[in-house]
């Protein structure tokens, strides 16, 4: 089984049915829900409040990860955390006090997560790093589901996986846009160990549990391919050392 963990965003979700559709995807083997939370400034978008998440935080056990796309997070992440969250992610490009705001989600029991817009580099999370339980690289440019998938963004995750080894390997590699499971293999192949997927979860045809499948299955397979490759590396050198 895959150790790569799925993050459904229900910005995709049917919002008449949000709870069943929270429900279905704990019942697939989600294991936590991806709220994104904009305001029309830091995005050109608007979605979801502290009453979004009370609401869903009645029918699920998940823990909820709260994506704040929004110019002064410092001022929300209280009524947030009154309203049963369990991480933030914050962005790098919306914040001047980066550290401060990381601080302020810690002593409110959180856990932190930085988010990183794809034209911003990975360097300058090596002086917070420290701090974080996960880095969120964005692999479209935030503010709208069902875009496109930014390939370029696939050397810097490698990037990001390597810091997160070097100075806090507990700290989780999650990527967010344009996952399905084409994408998904690669972004894991690049050092992601969390995937946010929105459309293809909650925006297949074939409903929330044939979705959730398809990505389990694509991720199984890395495992089988790398086992194979493991198999036949063991296979060349015992073959070397007899000869
Ligand atoms: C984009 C959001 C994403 C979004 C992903 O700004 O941060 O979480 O819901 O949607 P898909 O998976 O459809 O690209
Ligand atoms: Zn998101």
Redesign the pocket.
């Given at each position: 089984m895959s150790v790569v963990k799925l993050a459904p965003?229900i910005?995709?979700a049917d919002f008449a049915r949000l709870g069943q559709q929270v429900s279905e995807a704990e019942h697939a083997g989600a294991d936590r829900i991806?709220v994104?939370v904009?305001d029309g400034r830091f995005?050109r978008n608007l979605s979801m409040g502290p009453a979004i998440v009370q609401s869903i935080r009645r029918v699920t056990q998940l823990p909820l990860e709260i994506?704040l796309?929004i110019s002064d997070p410092d001022f929300f992440l209280e009524e947030f955390a009154a309203a049963g969250s369990d991480s933030f992610l914050v962005h790098w490009e919306s914040n001047n006090n980066l550290h401060r705001t990381v601080q302020r989600i810690r002593t409110l029991g959180k856990r932190a997560g930085v988010a990183i817009n794809p034209a911003t580099a990975s360097g300058g999370l090596e002086e917070i790093v420290q701090d974080l339980d996960q880095v969120l690289v964005?692999t479209?440019n935030?503010?709208?589901?069902?875009?496109q998938f930014i390939r370029a963004t696939l050397p810097k995750i490698g990037r990001v996986r390597e810091l997160i080894e070097r100075r806090r390997p507990a700290c989780e590699v999650e990527v967010?846009?344009?996952?399905d499971a084409t994408t998904a293999p690669l972004a894991v192949r690049a050092g992601a160990t969390v995937l946010?997927?929105?459309?293809?979860i909650f925006?297949a045809r074939e409903g929330v549990a044939a979705a959730m499948k398809r990505l389990q299955t694509a991720l199984n397979h890395i495992d089988d391919e790398t086992e194979a490759a493991e198999q036949s590396a063991l296979q060349r050198s015992q073959r070397c050392s007899s000869e």
């Open positions: 965003s910005l995709a991806h994104d904009m995005v994506h796309m964005m479209v935030p503010g709208f589901g069902h875009q967010d846009g344009g996952i946010v997927a929105g459309s293809a925006g």
